[in-house]
């Protein structure tokens, strides 16, 4: 039967927000094609992709490297942090520690943030904590310190908190200069290479017009923001809508290949993972 019905799920942030303005607004030709629009955080949406809930979702890149089967990753819709990304962070005061033989609390098991920091530093205990309640839970000393991935990265010290390592600063140092690929956007293989060739345009057409339109998709987008003013929300924003999220280009491509090749040489996912895209 023809698909004349898609669910698109991104997480509830303000990035993914920006993305979407393009398709949420009605500036961007479906071609029929209804399209409906899920919000889950982002561990929740990978969990929901190894049951190939969605047709088109935003995963982690570490979630991908066991969907390969399921699902093909499409040619835009990534979040790299080029030269920042993931914060550990700790309690000021606390005094000078790292990750090494501590208890961290993580946003879920499955999200890239994980994956580098095992790459970091192997040798650690986590506690997974929802994504927007990680500053609080080192704050009251259920962990000692916390991986703070979406706006957290920008009010961490407005919360007593202290950072301990940028892993998106890590990363570049350790790759020569190579963008930390954090998330992305996949298709259900099974729509099929028609299909799967319309909406892959159809989502590039929206983060292209976002781009475009930034001022209106800022507007958009904050109400997305958790807490995050106008001007906090643009600058999110620009960290991880741009230029390598509507085409990766040379640099994002080598920066996923190098961060699948790490993770399975150290056996933290179970193949390699070839970067091929969909459309």
């Given at each position: 039967?023809?698909?004349?019905?898609?669910?698109?799920?991104?997480?509830?942030?303000?990035?993914?927000?920006?993305?979407f303005f393009?398709l949420?607004?009605?500036?961007v030709?479906?071609?029929?094609?209804?399209?409906?629009?899920?919000?889950?955080?982002i561990e929740?949406?990978n969990?929901?992709?190894?049951e190939?809930?969605y047709e088109?979702?935003?995963?982690?890149?570490?979630?991908?490297?066991h969907?390969?089967?399921?699902?093909?990753?499409?040619?835009?819709?990534?979040?790299?942090?080029?030269?920042?990304?993931?914060i550990v962070v700790?309690?000021?005061?606390?005094?000078?520690?790292?990750?090494?033989?501590?208890?961290?609390?993580?946003?879920?098991?499955?999200?890239?943030?994980y994956l580098a920091l095992?790459i970091?530093?192997?040798?650690?205990?986590?506690?997974?904590?929802p994504?927007?309640?990680?500053q609080?839970?080192?704050?009251?000393?259920?962990?000692?310190?916390?991986?703070?991935?979406h706006?957290?990265q920008l009010?961490y010290?407005d919360?007593?908190?202290?950072?301990?390592v940028?892993?998106?600063?890590?990363?570049?140092?350790?790759?020569?200069?190579?963008?930390?690929?954090?998330?992305?956007?996949?298709?259900?293989?099974?729509?099929?290479?028609?299909m799967i060739?319309?909406v892959?345009?159809?989502?590039?057409?929206?983060?292209?017009?976002?781009?475009?339109h930034?001022p209106?998709a800022?507007?958009?987008?904050?109400?997305?923001?958790r807490?995050?003013?106008?001007?906090?929300?643009?600058r999110?924003?620009?960290?991880?809508?741009n230029?390598?999220t509507?085409?990766?280009?040379?640099?994002?491509r080598?920066?996923?290949?190098?961060?699948m090749?790490?993770?399975?040489?150290?056996?933290?996912i179970?193949?390699r993972?070839?970067?091929?895209f969909?459309?």
């Amino acid at each position: 039967m023809p698909v004349d019905r898609i669910t698109v799920a991104h997480s509830p942030d303000s990035d993914d927000a920006f993305m979407f303005f393009g398709l949420a607004s009605g500036a961007v030709e479906t071609g029929g094609l209804v399209v409906e629009q899920v919000l889950a955080d982002i561990e929740t949406l990978n969990r929901a992709a190894f049951e190939g809930r969605y047709e088109v979702s935003a995963v982690s890149f570490h979630a991908y490297a066991h969907l390969v089967d399921k699902y093909a990753l499409l040619p835009h819709g990534a979040s790299m942090g080029d030269k920042y990304g993931p914060i550990v962070v700790a309690r000021q005061g606390a005094g000078p520690h790292g990750v090494k033989g501590t208890r961290v609390a993580i946003p879920g098991t499955l999200t890239t943030a994980y994956l580098a920091l095992r790459i970091y530093e192997p040798d650690f205990e986590y506690v997974v904590v929802p994504f927007d309640e990680i500053q609080q839970a080192v704050l009251d000393g259920q962990a000692e310190s916390g991986l703070l991935i979406h706006e957290g990265q920008l009010t961490y010290q407005d919360e007593g908190l202290r950072k301990i390592v940028d892993l998106g600063e890590w990363w570049a140092e350790r790759t020569g200069g190579l963008p930390l690929p954090l998330g992305g956007n996949i298709i259900r293989r099974d729509l099929g290479p028609e299909m799967i060739a319309k909406v892959s345009k159809m989502l590039h057409d929206s983060i292209a017009y976002a781009l475009s339109h930034r001022p209106e998709a800022v507007e958009y987008a904050l109400q997305f923001g958790r807490g995050l003013d106008r001007a906090k929300t643009d600058r999110f924003v620009g960290m991880y809508v741009n230029d390598l999220t509507l085409a990766y280009g040379d640099r994002g491509r080598r920066g996923l290949e190098r961060l699948m090749s790490d993770a399975f040489e150290r056996g933290l996912i179970p193949q390699r993972v070839p970067v091929e895209f969909a459309a």
